[in-house]
């Protein structure tokens, strides 16, 4: 199994590499797929056919005044008139690794361990909980 490449979320003045992927809304009128002609027109688009990225899409995120918004596309999708799109759709959690991997378990599905995380939790795009765990 190939390691995907990652989306990343600004947050606290820090980019990090999110071991998640967040679900928008494909039909919405923010955002727009690239026909497959103009996705394949780009050539920095390339690694993002790979085996590296089977989504065909790298997601900006960002944190500001707690609220969470879609930022950019790389890839297949596009955030139209390029302004970021504040997620109202998403509530649920997410962890921003810190720090070094200190382990992988691949009898969990590659759940992956840092020295530090911070837990995010989210009721329609507002940012109502995060709690930094550190590794023993």
Do not use: H
């Not at 027109?41 to 960002?62: F, G, M, P, Q």
């Not at 009721?123 to 930094?132: A, E, K, W």
């Amino acid at each position: 199994m190939t390691t995907q490449i990652k989306d990343v979320c600004r947050y606290l003045g820090s980019e990090y590499k999110m071991p998640v992927y967040l679900a928008f809304p494909v039909d919405g009128e923010r955002i727009r797929e690239l026909d497959p002609i103009e996705f394949a027109k780009d050539e920095s688009n390339a690694i993002l056919t790979s085996t590296a990225c089977w989504r065909n899409y790298v997601a900006t995120w960002e944190i500001t005044e707690g609220r969470l918004f879609l930022v950019q596309f790389e890839g297949k999708f596009q955030v139209v008139e390029n302004q970021p799109l504040f997620a109202d759709w998403f509530s649920g959690e997410f962890e921003l690794p810190q720090g070094a991997l200190l382990d992988c378990n691949i009898e969990l599905d590659f759940t992956l361990k840092y020295e530090k995380s911070v837990m995010l939790k989210f009721v329609d795009g507002i940012l109502i909980q995060s709690t930094l765990s550190e590794s023993a």
